[in-house]
């Protein structure tokens, strides 16, 4: 990708000419109560002023209203009333999008509230893509492209932490400081490019150990946040939770106990194969997306390899792996080698050992005893399908979310692959620099991976942006949005 000259990467987003004007339903399609029509952009006073008029008056003057004020009124149409509304004004630049803009209230009946739509549409507005109303807010310099994200992700938390996360990057506490470090970053470069300018004179403008020792900050911090990625995607997507064991341990009867519970199950996701299923569920704040992967054993058919190829690609990348197995067999102390196993090959995940059929095995107490001393680590003893035990087995899953939790103490988070990948590119471009200057390279070159980095950065918060990436991100909202 070429680079973008410096003054186009550093220069501030000008307003542009107010759009074309759109109009959208920002509320769910259904009954309810209310619902809003909002219109944006170029003319829309206008356009309200034709569709609107005030109780007992005619024509109401939009273009004359302060801003932020509410006019009760009614919508009309060719054949007369179509609903009373509250028209809301926001006046240029002080609205979501920057543009004039106006929210209609009407009833919430989806006839009704079409019916509005409809009326602006035949007015001259064109109806909003998804995330049209956001984007303008970007393009316009009212939110970053950090934030336009964090309304999108804000919009569809599925637990309360995730909602919580999404509202921090929402008021722009990363933006800030990736704005720090890209401000620092570009003094830097500044004056290496200066140098290249009087090349000739051999002049240095920024020593190479003052230099060093400021990308040396950059780089931690830039670890820092990336090594937050793994606590904010558990946040946002919930902790990837494996349910692991032989055939008939009760794998699939535990997911459902767990699932059938009273608390929330927020999505069913199902799995992009037969070999394993997904399904979420929230306990206490905290959202784990739970698995259940093919039963682990020496695959006698084609097929069955290939799901237990993929339950074992699926442990691979689990956050927390429960590994069930069956406490009623005579041999079940046969599973410590296959737990020390799993503890080597999977280290970055935590793994927790739960005892299934407590109620089918009377000295169920002695047995977990055995098992705690063989495996050295704590056994949860369950009945799943009588649902015994389960309160403690949640309880100790929280827990160990806690551990995650503690492993990163800063307050901003990286939630999203795109902002993680961009941070590692960016980091990696610091490296490389860093090399350069201890190998005494020309200036030429270190500027250039300075100029990558910043680069980087910028697409996190929008300063350097494509197309591409824009209509990625938008099409994700909804239409209203
Ligand atoms: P999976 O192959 O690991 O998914 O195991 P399943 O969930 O299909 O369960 C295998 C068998 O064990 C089924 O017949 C279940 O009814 C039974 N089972 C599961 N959990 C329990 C339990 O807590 N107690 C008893 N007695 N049987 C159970």
């Not at 459902?256 to 519970?261: K, T, V």
């Not at 799901?307 to 009623?328: F, W």
Request: glycine share 8%; hydrophobic share 40%.
């Amino acid at each position: 990708m070429p680079l973008l000259p410096l003054e186009i990467m550093t220069a501030p987003f000008t307003p542009p000419e107010q759009g074309e004007p759109i109009a959208a339903i920002a509320t769910p399609v259904g009954i309810g109560a209310l619902a809003v029509v909002r219109i944006s952009g170029k003319g829309v006073f206008d356009i309200a002023m034709r569709v609107f008029h005030k109780k007992g008056s005619q024509a109401f003057h939009f273009a004359q209203s302060k801003g932020f004020r509410a006019h009760f009124g009614a919508v009309y149409d060719s054949e007369g009333l179509v609903d009373e509304v509250v028209a809301l004004v926001f006046r240029s630049p002080n609205s979501f999008t920057m543009e004039d803009m106006v929210e209609l209230s009407c009833h919430g009946g989806p006839v009704v509230v079409k019916h509005i739509l409809k009326v602006l549409l035949d007015e001259g507005c064109r109806l909003a893509e998804p995330g049209e109303f956001t984007r303008r807010a970007f393009l316009n310099g009212r939110i970053d492209l950090l934030q336009a994200e964090a309304i999108g992700e804000m919009i569809h938390a599925r637990s309360e932490s995730a909602f919580r996360t999404a509202v921090t990057q929402m008021q722009g506490t990363l933006s800030t400081r990736l704005d720090a470090m890209r401000e620092q970053l570009l003094r830097s470069c500044a004056l290496l490019e200066l140098e290249l300018d009087f090349s000739e004179e051999d002049v240095e403008f920024q020593s190479r150990s003052q230099l060093q020792k400021e990308l040396r900050e950059l780089q931690k911090e830039l670890c820092r946040l990336i090594d937050s990625y793994q606590h904010g995607r558990i946040l946002k997507e919930g902790v990837a939770t494996v349910i692991a064991g032989k055939p008939n341990a009760g794998k699939s009867t535990l997911l459902n106990a767990l699932l059938g519970e009273e608390r929330s199950i927020v999505s069913h996701i199902p799995g992009t194969t037969r070999d394993y299923i997904e399904e979420c569920f929230v306990y206490e704040k905290t959202m784990f997306r739970l698995t259940d992967t093919a039963g682990l054993r020496e695959g006698r058919e084609e097929s069955e390899h290939e799901g237990i190829r993929r339950s074992y690609k699926k442990i691979s990348e689990a956050d927390m792996i429960i590994y069930l197995l069956d406490i009623s067999l005579d041999n079940y102390l046969d599973e410590v080698p296959v737990i020390a196993e799993f503890l080597v090959r999977y280290p970055s995940a935590r793994l927790l050992v739960v005892a299934n059929k407590t109620d089918i095995t009377p000295d169920s107490a002695e047995r977990l005893k055995q098992l705690r001393a063989a495996t050295g680590s704590e056994v949860c003893g369950i009945a799943a399908a009588k649902r015994e035990g389960l309160d403690r087995l949640t309880h100790e899953m929280c827990i160990m979310v806690e551990g995650l939790d503690k492993q990163q103490e800063a307050s901003v988070l990286v939630t999203s692959l795109r902002h993680y990948e961009a941070l590692r590119n960016a980091s990696d471009a610091l490296r490389n620099a860093q090399a350069l200057i201890d190998r005494g390279t020309g200036t030429e070159l270190v500027a250039f991976e300075l100029r990558s980095a910043l680069e980087y950065i910028g697409e996190i918060t929008g300063k350097v942006v494509n197309e591409e990436i824009l209509t990625l991100i938008f099409e994700r909202f909804c239409i209203g949005k």
